[in-house]
């Protein structure tokens, strides 16, 4: 059974940072692309970032590039995908997503064949 737990939400202000990471288990990792999304309050969900199963390769959604920063251990079975979260913006505000894609690296969610269950990021003004 395919499980994607992430952690390491919570609130925060503006301006501070967090990192998010996402634990992956009853997959084979190091085969899958992962990727984050986010769904802010009454909004759909959105991309925010990518890395492929090598991670050679990134996509990050414009709104977070140069601010956020995805990265994986495939090592030693850590099987985890994190991402960094630097100065952050009230408009950050959502439920976080990973999700894993056996197929080629991409930004749509269609394409992601798991998901995890999310963890809150609030950013206080």
């Known amino acids: 059974q395919v499980q994607l737990v992430e952690s390491g939400g919570g609130l925060v202000q503006a301006g501070d940072s967090l990192r998010l990471s996402c634990a992956a288990s009853?997959?084979?990792?190091?085969?899958?692309?992962m990727g984050w999304f986010r769904q802010a309050p009454g909004k759909e969900r959105d991309f925010v970032a990518a890395?492929?199963?090598?991670?050679?390769?990134?996509?990050?959604a414009d709104a977070v590039k140069g601010r956020f920063t995805i990265s994986r251990n495939n090592a030693n079975a850590k099987n985890t995908v994190y991402l960094q979260m630097n100065s952050l913006k009230p408009e950050d505000t959502a439920v976080y997503y990973c999700?894993?894609?056996?197929?080629?690296?991409?930004?749509?969610?269609?394409?992601?064949?798991?998901w995890g269950q999310g963890t809150q990021v609030t950013i206080s003004s």
């Open positions: 999700a894993a894609d056996a197929s080629r690296l991409s930004r749509l969610q269609s394409n992601y064949d798991y």
């Open positions: 009853g997959l084979t990792f190091s085969r899958y692309n």
């Open positions: 890395i492929s199963w090598s991670a050679d390769t990134t996509y990050y």
